[in-house]
């Protein structure tokens, strides 16, 4: 049984700035994530900065697992 939680990055090109996410939904295969995240970003810097959307999968021994992942970004020329 999965632990899923998501977790999401705000970046701005690599360097990750902030991070929030979501509590971890125990022993489920079909989680429901209602959440909502803001971030403050200054207006003139907003084609710089891109989302980093992670599902999870939480783990009490070792590393937490990575089950799913998007990037949100402006598209590249």
């Known amino acids: 049984m999965l632990d899923p939680y998501v977790k999401v990055w705000l970046q701005f090109g690599e ?4 991070k929030r996410k979501t509590p971890i939904f125990n ?10 995240f803001s971030f403050n970003v200054p207006w003139e810097k907003i084609r710089e ?6 599902v999870m999968d939480f783990d009490n021994i070792g590393r937490n697992e990575l089950i799913g992942r998007i990037l949100l970004a402006e598209a590249c020329n």
Request: glycine share 0%.
């Open 49 to 54: 900065c891109s989302l980093d959307v992670m």
């Open 15 to 18: 360097k990750r700035i902030e």
């Open 27 to 36: 022993c489920t295969l079909n989680p429901v994530f209602n959440e909502s």
